[in-house]
DNA sequence: AGCGGATATATTGTCGACAAAATTGCAATA
DNA sequence: TATTGCAATTTTGTCGACAATATATCCGCT
């Protein structure tokens, strides 16, 4: 196949993948000709992609000067669990309360899966940070709410993927989020919707807990204030 | 002055103004070379002012076949005021323990403006539904969370400017929600982050009653189904 | 030697033209 | 008359070139 979707999709993918897993790097400077010719396109399209990033909050454009990477410091982490926590919290509500016996099956395959997989290869920690995202959302779907759903697989899914690469090279901690998990799909599966909730807002909460710590303790080590303007 | 910002940041001003308003209708499908030409700019920068519009989530675009204005159905203002109730819930709690008193005194300022002008013309209904935004903006801000401020300010702000063109010629409630403004800025006031998330969520929830009322009785009115697909 | 300004360079913003795809309209056939 | 296939037209997707703006370089001046 040659280009299955349109070129601004390709652009975009790509960009997002090289935004999320470091290869830009934070606060850098996008050049518009050169990342054109790397991906073997116009400028025109590659733009197009930028501005979608653009909505995405994944660059930050600054008119005639150009967009950068934008920087997932602290603060921004901060805000984006605070909304989490109360969109996933309220989605993890309604999931409850209308999910269907074959949506809740569901769950607990994918619950399933987690457990062997954590059980066999107890260090991969990678690929159940991946999928603890298909976990929330498939809440989210059964919440109903588009617009939930929109923004967690769009610029949230995005970010927190970002997180993860950021805070990867230190450990995880999948076995408390497993039991967790279990225990918010127990409450969804009784479609005892204000548990559900509480159980998701305090695995979302433990969870900024934890990559709070990663981050200080990252900061602290990288005290050396050098200069990194311009 | 010619041209303060970018063609694009004209463009997309435009647009997203003339889909608020209705100028452009819903499901129109919008062709761009004929708003490229309205506008007075070339095809592209009113493409990237496109792209921006579906990041935030007032088009949509199906590839090689052009975008169309959202449809704002009873079910997405459904969504769009669930999230609101928890996100705005959520900020409320954060501005009544972190605002500082001059931030206090500006949201009183606000209340009070709005006092007057609803005691002065009863009816001007209008003026105050746009002023309601900025009090729920004020206490966005409040909340330090800053992206709860820009979904606000950005998409959310869109979507309720276009709800409210589109209820306008129907009876708005002005007073009650006032009262309820009230209630709000004295819990923040008190610094009472519980009180006041309730008391929000509360606020939100009722608008989404009345709106709901009005949308259900329209709906009924026009109730003749024809087909208006494709 | 340090600073200010002017020139040169690079990068973003915009336009027009061409290619590819979809839609429309027509006509021929069952 | 309904339907299916083909052709013409419209519309979107993409590219390259030019204009406007910002950034970097260098030279002269105090």
Redesign the interface.
Known sequence: META??L??VAAKRLAEAIVTGELAQGQKLNEAELAERFGMGR?PL??AL??L????LVSRI??AGVRVIILDR??LE??Y??R???E??ACR?AAEQMTESEVLQLQDLLAQHETQIEKDGGMVYSQSESDLDFHFLIARGSR????M??LSGEHFQLLRMCRYRTSRNAQRPRPALTQHRQIVEAIAQHDGELAELLMRRHIRGAWQSIRALIDAEELSASVPRKENS
Chains 1, 2 share one sequence.
Not at 54 to 57: K, L, S, V
Not at 145 to 148: D, I, L
């Open positions: 979707t349109t601004v999709d025109g733009r197009e501005r979608r653009e909505g995405q909050r008119p005639n603060k921004r805000d984006l605070a909304v926590e109360a969109l919290g309220m309604l709410n588009a617009m939930v929109s923004l």
